[in-house]
């Protein structure tokens, strides 16, 4: 019994060690496995739940919850208000300063072409900057406006201020809109009757007042090397406002009346046409009659040349098909 059993124990120590080096091998593949896919079934919800509180869905990502800027009213310490300062906060507003209202005034124009024209100035101003926010950011932009115009450091008209340096080439007008093409767009009506009356109210006197005394302002998309010199007021929908520093940033600065005049009603015409030319018939020197003598013209006068009417084209090539308002396309500017 002992010989059988010493003769037939290394074959099945041989199966044994055999099965238990498949199957080892087969536990740490699949431990391997399992250690690369399990991350992907984890998700961050049991963390934000460790503290005991119940996770919040954002507000900011809820469909039409949001505007254009409004990410900034959710991110944590984007804008830091003024420490001890009674700022006005709102849905559409965030505070940085404490804000003076800028003084109440009626901006009615001489005559009835004045008014027109000074309506239809805000309205553009409001429309192509501020076409698709909130009330609130409307009326901050025309609130703007109006403040430049009560300022000695701009005209005292309201299309003065709208468009000036409109005639510039470089982008740099006061607002961009005047000289970078986008009033080539046609407005859409729904949109320019609402900026139509936020206008219409500001110049009958009604004071937005969360604005301050702002006098810029650019979008949260941008920051213009200007903006580290004057003092952050408030984050209106999608831009942020500033006041002048000093004497410039307060009420006192802002008495300057408005004129009620208003000569332009648009952006200034960078390119003007030619004056007509008058044909060389009229400078033709009349022929003497009888024995007379023409009048010599004054010294200086070069009688012009006429030049015969230019020949057919001695080419046989056919004539251009295309538009003559595209014939120069691809041409150097220069």
């Not at 037939?8 to 099965?19: E, I, N, R, V, W």
């Not at 992907?40 to 963390?47: D, E, M, Q, S």
């Not at 300022?151 to 468009?163: A, D, E, K, R």
Request: proline letters at 9%; one cysteine or more; glycine letters at 10%.
């Amino acid at each position: 019994m002992g010989g059988m059993g010493d003769g037939g124990s290394p074959h099945m120590k041989d199966l044994d060690m055999g099965a238990i080096g498949w199957k080892g091998r087969s536990g740490i593949v699949a431990l391997v496995l399992a250690a690369l896919v399990a991350p992907r079934f984890i998700t961050a919800a049991p963390l934000d739940m460790l503290d005991g509180q119940q996770a919040h869905d954002d507000p900011a990502e809820e469909a039409a919850a949001n505007f254009p800027g409004s990410a900034f009213f959710f991110a944590e310490g984007a804008f830091d208000p003024v420490p001890g300062a009674q700022t006005v906060q709102s849905e559409h507003v965030m505070g940085l300063d404490e804000v003076k209202a800028a003084p109440a005034a009626i901006f009615r124009g001489m005559t009835g072409l004045d008014s027109y024209r000074a309506l239809n100035c805000l309205t553009s101003a409001i429309y192509y900057e501020a076409g698709n926010e909130p009330d609130d950011g409307q009326r901050a932009v025309a609130q703007v406006v109006l403040n430049r115009v009560r300022s000695q450091l701009w005209p005292n008209t309201v299309c003065g201020v709208v468009y000036e340096g409109s005639e510039r080439t470089d982008y740099k007008c006061q607002f961009t809109f005047s000289c970078d093409g986008a009033m080539a767009r046609l407005p859409a009506a729904a949109q320019w009757v609402r900026a139509r009356r936020v206008a219409q109210d500001a110049l009958a006197g009604r004071v937005y007042a969360p604005v301050g005394l702002a006098t810029h302002y650019h979008t949260l998309a941008v920051r213009p090397a200007w903006s580290s010199s004057l003092h952050p007021v408030a984050v209106i929908g999608a831009h942020i406002f500033y006041r002048n520093p000093g004497f410039n940033g307060t009420l006192a600065a802002f008495r300057t009346p408005y004129l009620g005049r208003e000569t332009i009603s648009g952006p200034a015409r960078r390119v003007w046409p030619t004056k007509p030319v008058a044909p060389v018939e009229a400078f033709a020197v009349p022929a003497p009659v009888g024995n007379a003598t023409a009048a010599n013209p004054s010294t200086g006068w070069i009688a012009p040349v006429a030049h015969p009417a230019p020949s057919a084209r001695e080419d046989s090539l056919p004539e251009s098909t295309i538009r003559p308002e595209y014939r120069n396309s691809g041409r150097p500017i220069v």
